[in-house]
T-cell receptor, first 113, second 114 residues
Framework: AQSVTQPDIHITVSEGASLELRCNYSYGATPYLFWYVQSPGQGLQLLLKYFSGDTLVQGIKGFEAEFKRSQSSFNLRKPSVHWSDAAEYFCAVFNTNAGKSTFGDGTTLTVKP | KAGVTQTPRYLIKTRGQQVTLSCSPISGHRSVSWYQQTPGQGLQFLFEYFSETQRNKGNFPGRFSGRQFSNSRSEMNVSTLELGDSALYLC?????????????FGSGTRLTVV
């Protein structure tokens, strides 16, 4: 069965510092991978997605993620964090065989001024 | 274009009552999925409808049901509400079934059962 692990429940970074949020997945075939962001009281917004091809994908709001098959990882990065990036971030994998999406438990990002 | 619209945004119900939540997907999206989000359980998949047919169902009791209309709008119903049903219920629409191309989420309905 597929699964998604986000090892960090909570991360705090200073404004202007770089950010990396970790995501590890367990899935037999080539996965479809996603990162979403959720602001308090809101739904989730799609940041970026990986289906195939270039392993470094660019998303909205200056985010990027790198797919590493050997490490079963799809980490989200941003070179310089802004206070408005404070939110909860979810990694998700889509199982093309079962037709189901599985979400990680989320990582809450706090940005210090 | 308009996003995913969920109504109502907030609901307070009494234990034992039933509730119906509504979701209008993005125009042209035929897939609507429902998720329950709680602090303890995270995002839990409820079910997905595509072209008025339920394609997938999560591990929820039969008290949770849904349907989709010919215009792709979807409703979710919870009968005999329990305190543990208090949650944020999120609707997500996508062009392809079950979010394979990525979901667009609504802002959710916050249900409180007292």
């Amino acid at each position: 069965a597929q699964s998604v692990t986000q090892p960090d429940i909570h991360i705090t970074v200073s404004e202007g510092a770089s950010l990396e949020l970790r995501c590890n997945y367990s899935y037999g075939a080539t996965p479809y991978l996603f990162w979403y962001v959720q602001s308090p009281g809101q739904g989730l917004q799609l940041l970026l997605k990986y289906f195939s091809g270039d392993t470094l994908v660019q998303g909205i709001k200056g985010f990027e993620a790198e797919f590493k098959r050997s490490q079963s990882s799809f980490n989200l990065r941003k070179p310089s964090v802004h206070w408005s990036d404070a939110a909860e971030y979810f990694c998700a994998v889509f199982n093309t065989n079962a037709g189901k999406s599985t979400f990680g438990d989320g990582t809450t990002l706090t940005v210090k001024p | 274009k308009a996003g995913v619209t969920q109504t109502p945004r907030y609901l307070i119900k009494t234990r034992g009552q039933q509730v119906t939540l509504s979701c209008s997907p993005i125009s042209g999206h035929r897939s609507v999925s429902w998720y329950q989000q709680t602090p303890g359980q995270g995002l839990q998949f409820l079910f997905e409808y595509f072209s008025e047919t339920q394609r997938n169902k999560g591990n929820f009791p039969g008290r949770f049901s849904g349907r989709q209309f010919s215009n792709s709008r979807s409703e979710m119903n919870v009968s005999t509400l329990e305190l543990g049903d208090s949650a944020l219920y999120l609707c997500a629409s996508s062009q392809t079934p079950t979010g394979g191309s990525g979901y667009t989420f609504g802002s959710g309905t916050r249900l409180t059962v007292v």
